[in-house]
């Protein structure tokens, strides 16, 4: 079946600091691929996302690349914010066509001054 | 343009008991999907719904269920309710099936007791 792996958390940086959260998924067929961000008390607000392979997707300085050959997705930021404190999912859709999503284990960051 | 909308935001009911959540997708939007959200198991997909069809189901014991209606809000029951059920309820929303992104409601915390 399809899955996807992150790196553990909590992840702690400090603010300016470069950010990198891996991501590798499993996965039949040639699923899309997402990263969502969930502030506390919130839902899940998609951040970026990518529908084939060498795609780059890109928000508010977050970027990450659909990596076909090493099956990665991994999310990168060139200088995080204390605003950036949140949890970080990595997800894949159904190669199926369908809406359902599998998501990682999710990433906890905090940012310190 | 409105967002996803969950009712309740919270719910406290005691094993045994049963409860309805209730989604409003963004209008215009035919597909509905649910996920539950534990520290345990974290994200795990529920049920797809599409034009009132369920279209795809997750590895959830039958208690669960849930409904579309034709102006595509959505509700999921869970009967005879078990302490492990106490989770994050999170609905979301998309265009259509496919590899179109799926935005999120706020989730309705359900507290079993």
């Known amino acids: 079946g399809n899955s996807v792996t992150q790196m553990e958390g909590p992840v702690t940086l400090s603010e300016e600091a470069f950010l990198t959260i891996n991501c590798t998924y499993t996965a039949t067929g040639y699923p899309s691929l997402f990263w969502y961000v969930q502030y506390p008390g919130e839902g899940l607000q998609l951040l970026l996302k990518?529908?084939?392979?060498?795609d780059k997707g890109s928000n508010k300085g977050f970027e990450a690349t659909y990596r076909k050959e090493t099956t990665s997705f991994h999310l990168e930021k060139g200088s995080v914010q204390v605003s950036d404190s949140a949890v970080y999912f990595c997800?894949?859709?159904?190669?199926?066509?369908?809406?359902?999503?599998?998501f990682g284990t999710g990433t906890q960051l905090k940012v310190e001054l | 343009k409105a967002g996803v909308t969950q009712t309740p935001r919270y719910l406290i009911k005691t094993r045994g008991q049963q409860v309805t959540l209730s989604c409003s997708p963004i209008s215009g939007h035919r597909s509905v999907s649910w996920y539950q959200q534990t520290p345990g198991q974290g994200l795990q997909f529920l049920f797809e719904?599409?034009?009132?069809?369920?279209?795809n189901k997750g590895n959830f014991p039958g208690r669960f269920s849930g409904r579309q209606f034709s102006n595509s809000r959505s509700e999921m029951n869970v009967s005879t309710l078990e302490l492990g059920d106490s989770a994050l309820y999170l609905c979301?929303?998309?265009?259509?099936?496919?590899?179109?992104?799926?935005?999120f409601g706020p989730g309705t915390r359900l507290t079993v007791l």
């Open positions: 979301a929303s998309s265009l259509s099936q496919g590899k179109g992104e799926q935005f």
């Open positions: 990518a529908t084939k392979a060498d």
């Open positions: 997800a894949l859709s159904d190669p199926g066509g369908g809406n359902k999503l599998t």
């Open positions: 719904y599409f034009s009132e069809t369920q279209r």
